[in-house]
């Protein structure tokens, strides 16, 4: 019997510690498409993803680049798609932030290498510029009902501190019960000064993150689009769902309209991950949400995501919970207790 799923792609800040030989432990098989990678990163003088998943050693200094995180997620994540079970049918493809790119190549639209090429220019870029940072902070409780009223005061916050002169902050990424926020220093120190510390971590800083998806990205969506030009996409073999909740068809995709937006708008513009999910669970009903790996933090976004729109009854953490105790319908292959689900 066949099971429907949903394919979703985390984003940077995936690749951590326990990660480490994620390529190595789960996909030895693979390696000739590794070894692709490693080249192309060979030409621009890097080291190769296969290098730096088979170190000894773990540096939070290292690891968390945008040169080298963001390889080394794509390879993962690819590869995990990669792997279904036969009897998983692939119905839509999504991603969270730089998801998104590895979403194109999951789905079809890039090839495996011009996937690579893609994030590793972008991810290069963003590190060698570094334009602001990133915050994140929650609008919901522990329990995750959704509180519209506190997610429309953080953002009126968000706003006013970007109206002081020398301040920059904006929504970055609408991710589940979270805000990311980017900005400027200024802005981030402002946002932090004004808001009190909520369980236990946030406002928390995301290391080597720069103000991805806001207008302070303007030059690097500039160089990214000097440098990968639109004949690398291609038509996708499965529908994908951008960071707008738009959905691009199989056959029926622009794809220069494709290209400027991969480069355009989901560099410059918030990225709203909530409503790609919730795009996703209403247009395609799957049986499945199945988070690749590396790490397995995007899964509580996506479970937010979904008991905020009251998917399939879904309204809290305990309601989450008790369904997917009585039948997972949220899988993320990061987690070794799940991945057998998805690749059988």
Same mark, same amino acid.
């Given at each position: 019997?066949?099971?429907?799923?949903?394919?979703?792609?985390?984003?940077?800040?995936?690749?951590?510690?326990?990660?480490?030989?994620?390529?190595?432990?789960?996909?030895?098989?693979?390696?000739?498409?590794?070894?692709?990678? &490693?080249?192309?990163?060979?030409?621009?003088?890097?080291?190769?993803? $296969?290098?730096?998943?088979?170190?000894?050693?773990?540096?939070?200094?290292?690891?968390?680049?945008?040169?080298?995180?963001?390889?080394?997620?794509?390879?993962?994540?690819?590869?995990?798609?990669?792997?279904?079970? &036969?009897?998983?049918?692939?119905?839509?493809? $999504?991603?969270?932030?730089?998801?998104?790119?590895?979403?194109?190549?999951?789905?079809?639209?890039?090839?495996?290498?011009?996937?690579?090429?893609?994030?590793?220019?972008?991810?290069?870029?963003?590190?060698?510029?570094?334009?602001?940072?990133?915050?994140?902070?929650?609008?919901?409780? &522990?329990?995750?009902?959704?509180?519209?009223?506190?997610?429309?005061?953080?953002?009126?916050?968000?706003?006013?501190?970007?109206?002081?002169?020398?301040?920059?902050?904006?929504?970055?990424?609408?991710?589940?019960?979270?805000?990311?926020?980017?900005?400027?220093?200024?802005?981030?120190?402002?946002?932090?000064?004004?808001?009190?510390?909520?369980?236990?971590?946030?406002?928390?800083?995301?290391?080597?993150?720069?103000?991805?998806?806001?207008?302070?990205?303007?030059?690097?969506?500039?160089?990214?689009?000097?440098?990968?030009?639109?004949?690398?996409?291609?038509?996708?073999?499965?529908?994908?769902?951008?960071?707008?909740?738009?959905?691009?068809?199989?056959?029926?995709?622009?794809?220069?309209?494709?290209?400027?937006? $991969?480069?355009?708008?989901?560099?410059?513009?918030?990225?709203?991950?909530?409503?790609?999910?919730?795009?996703?669970?209403?247009?395609?009903?799957?049986?499945?949400?199945?988070?690749?790996?590396?790490?397995?933090?995007?899964?509580?976004?996506?479970?937010?995501?979904?008991?905020?729109?009251?998917?399939?009854?879904?309204?809290?953490?305990?309601?989450?919970?008790?369904?997917?105790?009585?039948?997972?319908?949220?899988?993320?292959?990061?987690?070794?207790?799940?991945?057998?689900?998805?690749?059988?």
């Amino acid at each position: 019997m066949t099971r429907t799923a949903v394919v979703i792609c985390p984003g940077r800040g995936t690749y951590n510690k326990p990660e480490l030989g994620y390529l190595h432990r789960h996909h030895a098989d693979k390696m000739s498409m590794f070894q692709r990678f &490693d080249a192309l990163r060979a030409e621009a003088g890097q080291e190769g993803v $296969t290098t730096l998943d088979g170190a000894a050693r773990f540096a939070v200094s290292t690891y968390s680049r945008g040169d080298v995180a963001s390889p080394l997620i794509y390879a993962a994540a690819l590869a995990d798609a990669q792997s279904l079970a &036969d009897d998983i049918e692939v119905v839509a493809v $999504t991603g969270n932030s730089m998801g998104w790119y590895i979403a194109l190549a999951a789905a079809g639209a890039l090839s495996a290498e011009n996937g690579l090429r893609v994030v590793n220019t972008m991810g290069s870029l963003m590190q060698d510029h570094l334009i602001g940072g990133q915050l994140v902070y929650p609008f919901t409780d &522990d329990s995750w009902v959704d509180s519209a009223n506190q997610k429309q005061a953080l953002l009126q916050d968000v706003s006013d501190i970007n109206a002081v002169e020398g301040q920059d902050l904006a929504l970055s990424i609408d991710l589940g019960g979270m805000l990311v926020l980017a900005g400027n220093e200024a802005g981030l120190a402002a946002f932090e000064a004004s808001h009190p510390t909520v369980q236990d971590r946030f406002p928390m800083r995301l290391p080597n993150h720069a103000a991805f998806h806001t207008s302070l990205q303007a030059p690097i969506a500039a160089e990214g689009r000097a440098r990968l030009k639109p004949d690398m996409f291609g038509q996708p073999r499965h529908p994908m769902i951008d960071g707008r909740g738009k959905i691009w068809w199989p056959g029926a995709t622009d794809t220069e309209a494709l290209w400027d937006y $991969t480069l355009g708008h989901q560099v410059t513009e918030p990225y709203d991950f909530t409503h790609a999910i919730q795009t996703a669970a209403r247009e395609f009903a799957s049986d499945l949400f199945i988070v690749t790996g590396p790490g397995a933090t995007l899964g509580g976004a996506v479970a937010q995501s979904l008991t905020m729109a009251g998917w399939s009854g879904m309204t809290d953490k305990a309601s989450f919970i008790a369904r997917q105790e009585d039948s997972p319908i949220l899988v993320a292959m990061g987690r070794e207790d799940q991945r057998a689900l998805a690749t059988g």
